[in-house]
C-alpha cells in the first residue's frame, strides 16, 4: 500500500466525512464509526468533462452543429447516451441518430470535425464545477497522488488542461490511450492505478456520469458520484454528492 494511503478524507471541520473510506468492507456504511477509523485513500482520480470542468455543454454546442452539418438535428435522447463516451462511440451514436452510415471512414470523418469545434470552444474558455479547483488543491496539499482519467482525447485534454493545470496530476490517461477500451470498461482507471503504482481499490474516482461510475467501479474503485448532465442513482460503491463544494481532504497521522 502507498505510504500516502493513511488518509482521510473529509468535508472539512464541524461540516462530517465527505467519504467514510471503509477499504473493500462493504458493510461499512456511511456514517458508520468502524469506517470513520478506516485509513484513506492512496489516490484521488479524477474524471474530467462535467466533472472538473463544465465542458459537456461544450459538447453538446459541437455535436448539434455537426448534426446541422449533415442536415440532421441530434435527439436529447442520443445526447443524453453520449455523455462519458469516448469519440468513437459517441460518433457512431451521432451518425446513427441523424440517419446517416456509421461505417470507419464515416466515423473519422465526423470526429475529425467535432474535434476540430470542441478545440475552437475549449479555447474561448472552459468553466469549472463548483468546488472542483479546491478540491484539486487539497488533494494536492494532502500529499495524495492524483490522476485525470478523460475519455476525451489527447489533443483536446491538453487544451482543456492549460485552464485546469497540468500541475494537478501525476498521471492523465486519455480516450486514445485505452486500446479502445474506454469507459464503461475498467480499463481507463486501470491504467491510472498502474501508472501511478496504486491499487484500483486504493482509489477514489471522481465522476458525474453512468458511463464513468460504472468504469471506476469495475475497476475497483470507490467513486464519488455527482451529477452534472445525466441523473446518478445511488451504489454500494458510491457516495452521490451534489457538487465538490466542500471537498476537503485531512491528513491523518501516519501511525
Ligand atoms: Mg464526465
New binding site residues.
Given amino acids: 500500500m502507498h505510504a500516502a494511503s493513511r488518509r482521510t478524507l473529509s468535508l472539512g471541520p464541524g461540516q462530517g466525512p465527505l467519504l467514510y473510506w471503509g477499504g473493500f468492507d462493504r458493510d461499512v456504511k456511511l456514517g458508520d464509526p468502524r469506517a470513520m477509523s478506516s485509513t484513506g485513500p492512496a489516490a484521488v482520480l479524477f ?5 472538473l470542468i463544465d465542458s459537456e455543454k461544450l459538447w453538446t454546442i459541437a455535436l448539434d452543429d455537426y448534426a446541422v452539418h449533415r442536415g440532421g438535428r441530434l435527439s436529447e435522447a442520443t445526447r443524453e447516451h453520449m455523455v ?1 463516451s469516448n469519440m468513437t462511440r459517441s460518433m457512431v451514436m451521432l451518425l446513427a441518430d441523424i440517419g446517416l452510415p456509421t461505417g470507419p471512414d464515416e466515423v473519422d470523418r465526423a470526429a475529425s470535425w467535432v474535434a476540430a469545434r470542441t478545440a475552437e470552444l475549449f479555447h474561448d474558455g472552459l468553466p469549472w464545477r463548483p468546488g472542483a479547483q479546491d478540491a484539486l488543491r487539497a488533494v494536492r496539499a494532502a500529499g495524495l497522488r492524483s490522476a485525470l482519467v478523460t475519455s476525451t482525447i489527447r489533443s483536446l485534454t491538453e487544451i482543456a488542461l492549460d485552464t485546469i493545470g497540468r500541475e494537478h496530476f501525476d498521471v492523465t490517461v486519455c480516450g486514445d490511450e485505452v486500446d479502445g477500451r474506454n469507459k464503461p470498461h475498467p480499463e481507463p482507471y486501470l491504467k491510472a492505478a498502474r501508472l501511478l503504482g496504486v491499487e484500483p481499490g486504493e482509489c477514489v474516482a471522481v ?3 453512468p458511463t ?1 461510475v460504472a468504469s471506476a467501479e469495475a475497476a475497483g474503485c470507490r467513486v464519488i458520484a455527482i451529477p452534472c448532465e445525466v441523473p446518478l442513482q445511488p451504489g454500494e460503491r458510491r457516495v452521490l454528492r451534489e457538487s465538490l463544494e466542500g471537498f476537503d481532504v485531512t491528513a491523518l497521522s501516519a501511525a
Fill in positions: 474524471d474530467m468533462d462535467g466533472t462519458g465522476e458525474d456520469s464513468g
